[in-house]
């Protein structure tokens, strides 16, 4: 299965270029959708994404919560609304008590998430997306961890409407998604689904220069 999709997609620029085609550019554009950006390569498809239209971009800041002695599994996320989604299945399986997962959501806002908050958007809260209708983007999904924990966050500030796009997402997130959003637009659904990166001929790390640039070009629009 990764043989099949290896190399898919020829970079984020691609990636954008091909999510144009299957979303609502119509209603997109009349309605104003804000667009949430849910990592630095999430930023990138975003810009790119917007184009020329007039739409309100930003980055929703969040961070990983580890297993204590395994640094590749994922137990939890927080966002920088302090909103946090817990793997149940993981954290049995490895039973972890919900006093680690509090203490190390908190020791992540503390440290990384209003560090980042405070570098790249020198301080401005997350904008208000109260009544609006909101597309979550990122470059790829692997666990699903990270968009469930945007659309706590953000379906927690009462939007009118929640969309999301994504090149590549895994089955099993898209149909654990389709029940919290109003729809998704995506290019392809993977059952066996590898890490983002093999999917992309092209995908380098977002320098926090590039990142600087992105949000230096809608700090403004917020």
Known sequence: MV???KDILKDRKDAAVKLLDVMPLQRLKEEGWKFVALSNG??????????????????????PIL??????????RVSEQEEIVINEDLTSAFDIQYDYIYGEAQRK???????KIYKHRK????????????LLIDDGSETGLKFMTALKTVLA???KAVYIAVPLIPADVLELLETFADDIYYLYEIEDYACTELYYE???TISDLEIEKHIEGIKNEV
Do not use: M
């Not at 297993?67 to 939890?76: F, H, R």
């Not at 806002?109 to 560090?115: G, M």
């Not at 301080?123 to 909101?134: I, K, L, M, Q």
């Open 67 to 76: 297993a204590p002695n395994n640094s590749e599994c994922e137990l939890a």
């Open 42 to 63: 999430g930023l990138e498809l975003a810009t790119y994404l917007k184009g020329r239209y007039h739409n309100k971009v930003d980055i929703l800041f969040s961070e």
């Open 123 to 134: 301080g401005r809260p997350f904008f208000s997306v109260s009544g609006e209708t909101v």
């Open 157 to 159: 500030l009462k939007p």
């Open 109 to 115: 806002h503390e440290e990384k998430i209003l560090s």
């Open 3 to 5: 043989k099949k999709y």
């Open 202 to 204: 092209n995908f380098d």
